[in-house]
């Protein structure tokens, strides 16, 4: 994950538009990629996850999209909502090793109504 | 479906004192976790279990202890808090089956303030 400091990255979106969450993984074994959402006051919740043999999946009104070359991966929402408005963070796992995770340490999507 | 809890929801206490965060899941998921969440850090694993009986450090283990006696309950133990301690603690599970299921579930989490 990435260290920003204090602040937390934010993404300020009309609602309606479609908004583009970006992520920058560390480590190129990483196999296994998932996007959490966390709304205030709560737990993470599972939004979407990939695999490193695809570059693509798509879910209700969510996509992700992982480039290995690069080592990125990106949460497009399609038509935001205010409800979508929460942190929302990457997570990584290296290949082979136990059920652990490493999370990034999130973005911010703001829907303005 | 009452699936994973934490308790207590809020906790304030004081340098020194032992403190024990509780979670507890329905589903008989083998693997349970510990994160600590603090802004700027994301979310950092504690502790980890992947079975009753068999835990391991994660990132930032200094300072907490760990138990699972049985498969749905997972405490977490300051022994003696200190002001870095000051955060908020998540509990997951997942189910580790044959076709690797990595997908955390989260609980609510205990917002833990040591003065």
């Known amino acids: 994950g990435e260290n920003v400091g204090l602040h937390l990255p934010t993404l300020s979106v009309q609602e309606g538009d479609n908004s583009i969450i970006n992520c920058a993984y560390s480590?190129?074994?990483?196999?296994?990629f998932i996007w959490y959402k966390q709304e205030s006051g709560k737990g993470p919740q599972f939004i979407i996850d990939i695999r490193s043999n695809m570059d693509k999946r798509q879910g209700q009104r969510v996509t992700v999209l992982l480039n290995k070359t690069v080592k990125h991966l990106s949460l497009q929402i399609a038509a935001t909502q205010p409800g979508d408005s929460a942190v929302y963070f990457c997570a990584e796992k290296e290949g082979g090793a136990t059920n652990k995770l490493i999370f990034g340490t999130g973005t911010l999507l703001a829907v303005q109504p | 479906d009452a699936g994973i809890t934490q308790s207590p929801r809020y906790k304030i206490t004081e340098t020194g004192r032992q403190v024990t965060l509780m979670c507890h899941q329905t589903w008989s998921h083998s693997y349970m976790f510990w994160y600590r969440q603090d802004l700027g850090h994301g979310l950092r694993l504690i502790y980890y279990s992947a079975a009753a009986d068999i835990t391991d450090k994660g990132e930032v283990p200094d300072g907490y202890v760990v138990s699972r006696s049985k498969t749905e309950n997972f405490p977490l133990t300051l022994e003696s808090a200190t002001r870095s301690q000051t955060s908020v603690y998540f509990c997951a599970s997942s189910e580790f089956g044959g076709r690797t299921n990595e997908k955390l579930f989260f609980g609510s989490g205990t917002q833990l303030s040591v003065l």
């Open positions: 480590n190129s074994a990483s196999d296994y």
